[in-house]
Structures are given as C-alpha cells and as structure tokens.
C-alpha cells in the first residue's frame, strides 16, 4: 500500500461522520492523503477530534475541521451539515457515513431504547445527512456518498445492527437510482476489523479468532485497508461503480456447508 496515494481527491471537499477515532479516524486520513480537505465530527472525544485535525494539516498542508455533532440525535443532522459547509466555504462534495451505534441484542430481549438507537445512529442520521448535503453536491456538478456497512448484514444472529447494516444496502442502492448521473453512492461492508477485536471480546471472547479460521485470507482486515477502499471509491477509477455493497472481510462472509 503506497504511503502517498496520487492526489486524486485535490481540491475537493469531505465530510466524515464519526470520525474522531478508530476507522473514521483511518477514513478521514485516506482522503486527506489524497487531496481532500476533511471535516471530522465527534461527539465528546474534542481532544481526539482536533488532534486529528492537527495531523492532518500537518501532513497535507491544508487546514481540516472539527464539529462536534451528537448523531445519536438525528436532528443534530442539519446543523452538522450547516457547519461542514461554513467551514469548508462550499458544499460537501464527498460524505462518508460511519457513524453507528452498536448492538446485538436479541431481538425479543432488546429494549425500545437500544432498538431505536441503532435504528437512527445507523438509518436515519444517515438519510438525514444525505438530504442535506445532495442539493449542493447537484448544484456542483459532482458528489461521491458512501455509506458504512458491516459484516453483521450477512448474518442472521446480529439483531438490530444485523437488520440496520442489511439495510444499508438497500437504501445505497435506491440512492444510486435516485442521484445519478451527478451523484455515486456506494457501501462498504467490512468484515470483523482487525484493531477492534478488543472490543467484540466483551461480548464474544471467541468471535475474532473464530472469524480468522473462517476467513479464507487467514486474518482480519484493518482499519487503513477498510479506509483505503473508501477513499478509492471517492475519486478516478471508480466513476462508474454505482450502487455497490463491496464487503471487505477477505471473504469472511462466504458460507461454508
């Protein structure tokens, strides 16, 4: 993986949500990297956020952004958008939704209150985001959407989260149909990462090494490899992939019988 992508992003601009740490954090980097100024959104990791920001500029010379954005609360929606577009001086042209809340709850245990979490941190922000920035992305001529999904869509025990992320499929399909021809709209679907197995363990202390005997590529994926593939479906040569759920899992999601 080259360390300096080509700049093919140069001039453009992004907004990322969820993006203080972990692989937003990585997603924010890849289009940096690549020529984008980038607004990061965080909800109480400030210090992480403009840390980020920091490294970035540094590394790119140009000056990326911060907003505090609470995406648990879909109507926080607009005013992230409205200050995106004040701090980038333009409409976002590249929107990357990796917010989502967590759960696999079982269904018939899962309070109403989870279950509605996971529904708007993951379906609703997302159609919300999307509503505010594709007048703009019209108006320019040019937009890339991509949303992320996860693994847990290929799978029938991952409850809510299992059900919001195979939905995501659905809603980046009808959004390909609805945008065209200025606007691509694409997901990711990422298999277990490899950097946040830590965190599944608490809940599953065998599910990340069960994952890497499944998984035909021997290993989890990463986070930058996760990121990498983002960012490359934001620019040349992936302008006419439309529409598309790419699973990033080295073929985790593949049934054995």
């Known amino acids: 993986m080259s360390s300096q992508p080509s700049q093919t992003l140069a001039g453009r601009r992004a907004l990322v949500t969820g993006s203080s740490r972990n692989l937003g954090a990585d997603i924010a980097r890849s289009l940096a990297r690549r020529g984008a100024t980038v607004v990061v959104t965080y909800r109480e990791s400030k210090g992480a956020a403009d840390a980020l920001i920091a490294e970035l500029g540094e590394q790119t010379g140009l000056r990326h952004h911060a907003v505090k954005a609470d995406l648990s609360n879909p109507d926080a929606v607009s005013t992230m958008a409205d200050e995106a577009h004040d701090k980038l001086g333009g409409p976002v042209e590249i929107l990357v939704n990796n917010h989502g809340p967590f759960s696999i709850e079982p269904f018939h245990l899962i309070a109403d209150r989870d279950f509605a979490s996971v529904v708007d941190g993951n379906l609703t922000a997302t159609v919300r985001a999307v509503q505010r920035v594709v007048p703009g992305m019209r108006a320019g001529g040019w937009g890339r959407i991509v949303n992320i999904s996860a693994g847990s869509a290929y799978v029938r025990n991952h409850s809510v989260y299992g059900l919001v992320k195979d939905a995501i499929g659905t809603l980046t399909e009808s959004l390909a149909l ?80």
């Open 178 to 257: 609805e945008l065209g021809p200025e606007i691509t709209v694409n997901a990711v679907a990422p298999g277990q990462i490899d950097e946040s197995a830590a965190d599944i363990a608490d809940i599953d202390p065998t599910f990340a090494e069960r994952a890497r005997r499944h998984t035909p590529a021997g290993r989890l994926v990463s986070r930058a490899e996760v990121a990498e593939v983002v960012a490359s479906l934001c620019g040349p040569p992936f302008d006419m992939v439309n529409g598309a759920v790419l699973p990033v899992d080295g073929g985790w999601r593949l049934n054995r019988f």
